[in-house]
């Protein structure tokens, strides 16, 4: 193998071309955009940047957040200092770091729109705007809208979420987040650099209701809108049964990031499985013990085996987070509650920013450091109602 194609330029596509053209191989990245802005956060998790330390440990714009605030209707609100801070980009800032990388690793980069691709020998045809591009490989980085129906997840409407926000010229030290009645989802406040990114991401509801959502928020705080930059975006959150038909790779061909449905399905977080599913697809693609008729079994293995299990069973928990009673108020109300009342659980909530505690083992972990006090017998019966029994969580 010798040539490989990126279709796409993002945090998966980018990342996956430094580390195929660090290893010597001729790569090119197609993007009819390369850098641009998107509507989420830009938060990177310790989990992130230990994994890959220039995360932190560079010169573009950045904050470091060390404090959140979480609310719920009838629950009122808690703070919570970081023992890890997040990150924040500017989508656009952080992606065109891991573009400039990807440039100075010997990566190619097209600013054209890839219109189709064929099967050409064992090879690919790559059809753009500027021409036709030819490859042996293809790396999948084209988004949650992928317009390449042949490659890449697969999903319905059931298996996406709306992201929508606006930037706010304003500024605060802290994370805000604020769980909704009836919302399978949650509104944000994230401080970056000269703004404030104010979005929410949601299932279930039309665009424009979670923008009405959003606005009366925005109002009720205080925050001014109107005339702030608008962005809505797409997200992938696959359910139980998408991420077991999940296609993520086949013959000639790896998805990554949001093109392989790699979002987290509660959080809606992205940025570290595309950062993590691009490493992995180049590790895959570089090495020759695998044939290239094999190198799409042992991308499914390793990306099940990193993640997907793991997010797989964050699906059948996202419903009960959300939308779950418990003892007459709402699972969001009840956790704040214990994290006002409860040490541990406040080390758990720690340990979900910070991306370092696995869904699968959430439920274990909890109730083997349960003492018995009313609080902790009251939390345990939480945990029965929200969190299931999995035959997957000893995997």
């Not at 180049?282 to 390793?302: F, L, N, T």
Request: charged share 25%; with cysteine; proline share 4%.
């Amino acid at each position: 193998m010798k040539t490989v194609a990126v279709l796409g330029g993002g945090p998966a596509g980018s990342f996956a071309a430094e580390r195929l053209a660090s290893a010597g191989l001729r790569v090119s990245i197609f993007d009819e955009k390369l850098a641009w802005e998107k509507p989420c956060g830009g938060g990177l998790t310790y989990k992130a940047y230990k994994e890959y330390p220039f995360l932190i440990d560079n010169d573009t714009p950045k904050r470091l957040v060390h404090q959140t605030t979480l609310a719920a209707p009838k629950a009122g609100e808690v703070k919570m200092d970081l023992a890890h801070p997040l990150v924040i980009y500017s989508r656009m800032d952080l992606n065109q770091m891991l573009l400039e990388r990807a440039g100075r690793a010997g990566a190619a980069l097209e600013k054209t729109r890839v219109q189709g691709i064929e099967r050409a020998g064992r090879g690919w045809r790559i059809k753009t705007q500027s021409g036709i591009a030819e490859a042996d490989f293809c790396i999948i980085a084209t988004g949650a809208r992928n317009p390449l129906r042949e490659v890449g997840t697969e999903w319905s409407a059931k298996d996406t979420m709306s992201a929508l926000g606006y930037y706010v010229p304003a500024s605060q030290e802290c994370i805000d987040i604020q769980f909704l009645e009836n919302l399978e989802g949650y509104i944000w406040v994230f401080p970056r650099c000269g703004h404030l990114s104010v979005g929410i991401c949601g299932k279930g509801e039309p665009a424009q209701v979670l923008r009405a959502r959003l606005e009366q928020y925005m109002d009720e705080r205080g925050i001014v809108w109107k005339g702030s930059r608008f962005y809505s975006h797409m997200l992938p959150s696959l359910e139980t049964s998408g991420w077991r038909q999940n296609r993520v790779s086949g013959d000639g061909w790896l998805a990554v990031g949001d093109a392989g449905g790699l979002v987290d399905p509660i959080t809606g977080e992205g940025l570290y499985y595309a950062m993590r599913s691009g490493d992995l697809a180049s590790r895959v693609v570089v090495d020759d013990a695998h044939g290239i008729a094999e190198k799409a079994a042992a991308y499914r293995a390793m990306v099940a085996r990193e993640f997907a299990l793991d997010l797989e069973f964050a699906a059948t928990l996202a419903k009960r987070v959300f939308l779950g009673k418990f003892m007459f108020n709402t699972v969001p109300a009840r956790m704040i509650h214990f994290m006002r009342r409860s040490p541990r659980f406040r080390e758990l909530m720690q340990d979900l920013f910070a991306g370092t505690q696995p869904y699968l083992t959430l439920r274990k972990r909890l109730l083997k450091n349960l003492n018995g006090t009313l609080q902790e017998v009251l939390m345990n019966f939480f945990l029965n109602r929200v969190i299931p029994e999995s035959s997957r969580a000893s995997l």
